[in-house]
């Protein structure tokens, strides 16, 4: 996983909480943190996490790596 890709994963992280906050609490935590929804940096915060949930969309599809198993060998007698 990329360095990028891990940034997108912890904003899409908090993302998730801060939805689960509001929607089991009613509350924000990124405007009550940055001043609001209609602040500059709420803006910018919901922003890249909008974006960092396009990137972990990729994440969706990407196709996962083979495990490579040895042949098992068996023991002699």
């Known amino acids: 996983m990329s360095g990028i890709q891990r940034i997108a994963l912890v ?10 906050l509001i929607g089991f609490f009613q ?3 990124v405007a009550s943190i940055f001043g609001g ?3 500059a940096l709420a803006r ?7 974006i960092a949930g396009l990137i ?5 599809f990407k196709p996962s790596p083979e495990i490579v198993r040895e042949p098992e060998t068996k023991p002699t007698r």
């Open 56 to 60: 972990n969309l990729g994440l969706l």
């Open 27 to 29: 509350f924000d935590l």
């Open 44 to 50: 910018i915060i919901y922003g890249l996490v909008g």
């Open 37 to 39: 929804q209609g602040a």
């Open 11 to 20: 904003l899409t992280i908090i993302g998730a909480i801060n939805w689960g």
